[in-house]
C-alpha cells in the first residue's frame, strides 16, 4: 500500500510544484514507483514533466467530478518510475461545481485509493490557497510536506496552515501526519538565510527536514524544458539536494535509500 503524501502552503512561491515534482522524480530514481498527483488548476507540475495541459482530455477535474477514472487519466512521464495524473485550468471550477456535494471533502480521497495499492508514493502538489481542493488533498494524505522559503517572510501563513492541518486532524483526517517542514531557496550567501534556519529549526523543533534545498540555476531552468532537474542534469547542486530529501524522506519510513536493497 503506497503512502500520499501532500505538499503544501497556502502562501505561492515557496517551491511546492519543484518539491512535488523532483522529489517525486528522486523516488523513482531510486527505484520507488511514483505518481505525481497535480491539483493546482496552474498545471505546473504537468508541465514540468513533460505535458501539455492544453492537450490533455482527461485531468484529474474530470475524476473528481465522475466523468472519468483515474486510469484513464495517468500518463507515464520521462523518469524512471514516475507516472502523471494531470492538472488542467478547468480545475478551478471544481471548486464551484462540488461546494454542494455531500461528500465533497472525500471525493480526492475516493479517486486516489483505487490505485493506492499500485505505487509506493503518491505525491500532490497543492495549489497556494486553503480552498476545497486543498482540503481534498490534505483529507486523501498520509503525511503533509510543508515547504518554507529562507526569505523575510518565512513563517507567514504558516501557523494557518497549521491550523488547517488541525481542523482536518479533528473532522476528516485523524491519521494525517505532518511528514515535516522543508527549508528551500537557501543562499549561503546571505546572513538573513542562515538566521531563518536556525529560527525554524528552534520554533519547530523535530519537525523540519535536516536536507536544505538551495538556490540553483538549474532548478529554475528545467522546467522550461518539461523536466524534472534529475533529468536534466543530475549533478547539479539541485539535484543533489532532492535525492538527499528523497534519501531522508525513505530513512524517516524506515525504507531502504534504494528500493529492494
Same mark, same amino acid.
Given at each position: ?7 503544501? %502552503? ?28 497535480? &491539483? ?10 513533460? &505535458? %501539455? ?8 477535474? #474530470? ?35 462540488? &461546494?454542494? @456535494? ?12 483505487? &490505485? ?10 497543492? +495549489? ?16 503533509? $510536506? *510543508?515547504? /518554507? ?17 488541525? $481542523? ?10 505532518? #511528514?515535516? $517542514? ?13 538566521? *531563518?534556519?536556525?529560527? /525554524? ?12 534545498? @538551495? ?12 523536466? +524534472? /532537474? $534529475? ?16 534519501? #531522508? ?13
Amino acid at each position: 500500500m503506497g503512502k500520499i503524501i501532500a505538499i503544501a %502552503n497556502q502562501k505561492g512561491g515557496v517551491g511546492k510544484t519543484t518539491t512535488a515534482v523532483n522529489l517525486s522524480a528522486a523516488l523513482g530514481l531510486l527505484d520507488y514507483k511514483v505518481l505525481l498527483v497535480d &491539483v493546482d488548476p496552474q498545471a505546473n507540475a504537468t508541465s514540468g514533466v513533460g &505535458v %501539455n495541459p492544453r492537450q490533455i482530455a482527461i485531468s484529474m477535474y #474530470e475524476c473528481l467530478i465522475g466523468h472519468a477514472s483515474i486510469m484513464e487519466g495517468m500518463k507515464k512521464v520521462d523518469g524512471p518510475n514516475l507516472y502523471l495524473l494531470p492538472s488542467h485550468t478547468d480545475l478551478v471550477g471544481a471548486e464551484i461545481e462540488l &461546494v454542494n @456535494h455531500p461528500n465533497r471533502e472525500v471525493l480526492m480521497k475516493n479517486v486516489l485509493e483505487t &490505485v493506492k495499492d499500485q505505487f509506493d508514493f503518491i505525491i500532490v502538489d497543492c +495549489s497556494p490557497s486553503l480552498g476545497l481542493i486543498t482540503l481534498n488533498a490534505l483529507t486523501t494524505a498520509d503525511s503533509v $510536506i *510543508i515547504p /518554507v522559503q529562507c526569505e523575510y517572510f518565512a513563517l507567514e501563513g504558516l501557523a494557518k496552515l497549521l491550523n488547517t492541518i488541525k $481542523i482536518v486532524q479533528t473532522r476528516f483526517n485523524p491519521t494525517l501526519a505532518i #511528514e515535516s $517542514i522543508l527549508l528551500t531557496m537557501y543562499d549561503s550567501r546571505l546572513s538573513l538565510a542562515k538566521q *531563518i534556519v536556525l529560527e /525554524v529549526k528552534e520554533r519547530f523543533k523535530g519537525m523540519v527536514f535536516n536536507t536544505i534545498i @538551495h538556490r540553483n540555476t538549474k532548478l529554475g531552468e528545467a522546467p522550461s524544458l518539461g523536466k +524534472s /532537474v $534529475i533529468m536534466y542534469d543530475i549533478q547539479s547542486t539541485g539535484s543533489v539536494n532532492y535525492v538527499n530529501l528523497a534519501k #531522508e524522506l525513505l530513512a524517516k519510513n524506515n525504507l531502504p535509500a534504494m528500493k529492494g536493497k
